[in-house]
């Protein structure tokens, strides 16, 4: 069974950065697709960005454009969320999600049913 294990969340000034980190465990990372979405309380779940097994593409969400960049290693099995520029409306629940055989470009419109496989997700406190 496929584990996603992200750490790396925690409390955080405006304008501050945090990097995100996800392990995937018992997955081969060459297949898979990997993403960040983020969930606040009573709201839906929005994809933030998605880093592609080949060729290096990656799709990220308008309101993380120039501030938040997806990373991954398949040698580590590792994919990561480096987030600058931190805002008040960025805290949210946040959460690594692993899709099978997916290609995510800018063009890609992301939908949950995409990924097989989520972690149990890491917190980001935004405030000051």
């Known amino acids: 069974q496929v584990q996603l294990a992200e750490s790396g969340g925690g409390l955080v000034q405006p304008g501050g950065s945090l990097r995100l980190s996800c392990v995937a465990s018992?997955?081969?990372?060459?297949?898979?697709?990997m993403a960040w979405w983020r969930q606040a309380p009573g709201k839906e779940r929005e994809a933030i960005a998605c880093a592609s097994s080949v060729d290096g593409a990656t799709f990220h969400a308008n309101s993380v454009k120039g501030r938040f960049t997806s990373s991954r290693d398949n040698a580590k099995n590792a994919v990561y969320l480096q987030m600058n520029s931190l805002k008040p409306e960025d805290t949210d629940l946040y959460y690594c999600?692993?899709?099978?055989?997916?290609?995510?470009?800018?063009?890609?419109?992301?939908?949950?049913?995409?990924?097989?496989?989520w972690g149990q997700g890491t917190q980001v406190t935004v405030t000051s």
């Open positions: 999600a692993a899709g099978e055989m997916l290609y995510c470009d800018s063009d890609y419109t992301p939908t949950t049913a995409d990924f097989g496989s």
């Open positions: 018992k997955l081969a990372m060459k297949r898979y697709a």
